[in-house]
């Protein structure tokens, strides 16, 4: 099961109570004050870990606290700090304010951290109250109150590609003949309810990520259809690759799915729309079909791969295309 979203309620410890103490020391009848400081509360702290790969435990368990300090004792001792609460999420993982929307953190490296909620100061002991006016205090302070608030998590996938297609384009089948993925394929629309990562291995050395996103619809950028739940997780990638279903049975003509998912994606982000990207001809192994990949070609301006998904026609040679633009990508970023 994949879980992309979470929200959780951290508190950070309170700081542990100043202590009220005097000394009591033989031939000394007037000691004078020496309460301790108490202890400073934990802080709650979230962690990168490419051990994590899911917000699920986070749905299960929403609540987090982390520990109080002590209070502080007699001979000026200062109380023990509360034990830190470090919580660790997966990569790619931003981190959100839930009352004010402000996002506080986006996690992208292991062990990367931050601090997101703060324990309270310990509170001050009599000793820090004496003064040549009052030689015997007998006030201490009341430890802060830790921290507390709402996050949202929100986990987008890092990949170097994302599929992007409408529903039934193929997407799903084509990431299982490429890796080792098993995204649940069938003839129906929407079969696709959460991204898929597969790993392609080309070579010994070359090794592309891909993200196979839900099927796009006119509309997914205000959240119709699976919406703009999932277009988040393709704002990592580093290049998109658009398939499109050039066999006449196809319900849309492939320009006109071409440009819709164009248009979503750019009223989405239009930084995304600006990414590096490829467009493949899919299920050209159907009759007719190359007229459709014919049309689609002159209206990108650009040679399209043809590819059958089901038969793995054209696979590998896609699968090298998109190795390209990925070196493009790269030597453009140096």
Request: aromatic share 4%; net charge negative.
């Amino acid at each position: 099961m994949f879980l992309d979203r979470a929200t959780i309620h951290v508190k950070a410890g309170d700081g542990g109570p100043g202590c009220v103490s005097f000394r009591r020391e033989k031939y000394v009848p007037k000691g004078g004050p020496d309460g301790g400081d108490g202890g400073k509360g934990g802080d709650v702290i979230l962690v990168g870990s490419e051990q994590a790969a899911t917000l699920l435990d986070f749905n299960r368990r929403p609540e987090y606290a982390a520990g109080d300090g002590r209070p502080g004792s007699g001979s000026n001792r200062t109380g023990r700090d509360g034990d830190d609460l470090v919580l660790r999420i997966p990569l790619g993982t931003a981190i959100f304010d839930e009352q004010t929307g402000l996002q506080l953190k986006d996690i992208t490296e292991d062990g990367q951290a931050v601090t997101v909620a703060r324990g309270g100061r310990g509170g001050k002991g009599n000793t820090r109250f004496k003064s040549a006016t009052n030689q015997t205090p007998r006030t201490a302070e009341k430890g802060e109150e830790g921290q507390a608030r709402a996050l949202r998590l929100e986990l987008r996938l890092i990949a170097d590609i994302g599929l992007v297609g409408l529903p039934n384009a193929g997407k799903s089948t084509l990431l299982g003949k490429v890796s080792a993925a098993r995204p649940k394929v069938s003839p129906h629309p929407f079969t696709t309810l959460a991204p898929n990562l597969g790993i392609v291995d080309l070579d010994v050395v070359t090794r592309i990520v891909i993200a196979d996103m839900p099927g796009l619809i006119e509309g997914a950028h205000t959240g119709k259809g699976l919406g703009d739940e999932f277009l988040r997780h393709i704002e990592r990638t580093r290049a998109l690759l658009y398939l499109v279903d050039v066999s006449p049975a196809a319900e849309t003509d492939p320009v006109d799915a071409f440009e819709t998912l164009r248009e979503e994606i750019r009223l989405y982000s239009s930084a995304l729309a600006e990414r590096p990207y490829l467009v493949a001809a899919n299920k050209t192994d159907v009759e007719g079909a190359e007229q459709g990949a014919k049309r689609l070609e002159e209206h990108v301006g650009t040679d399209v791969p043809r590819v059958s998904a089901l038969t793995g026609q054209g696979v590998n040679t896609l699968m090298w295309r998109v190795k390209e633009l990925l070196d493009q990508v790269d030597g453009a970023q140096i």
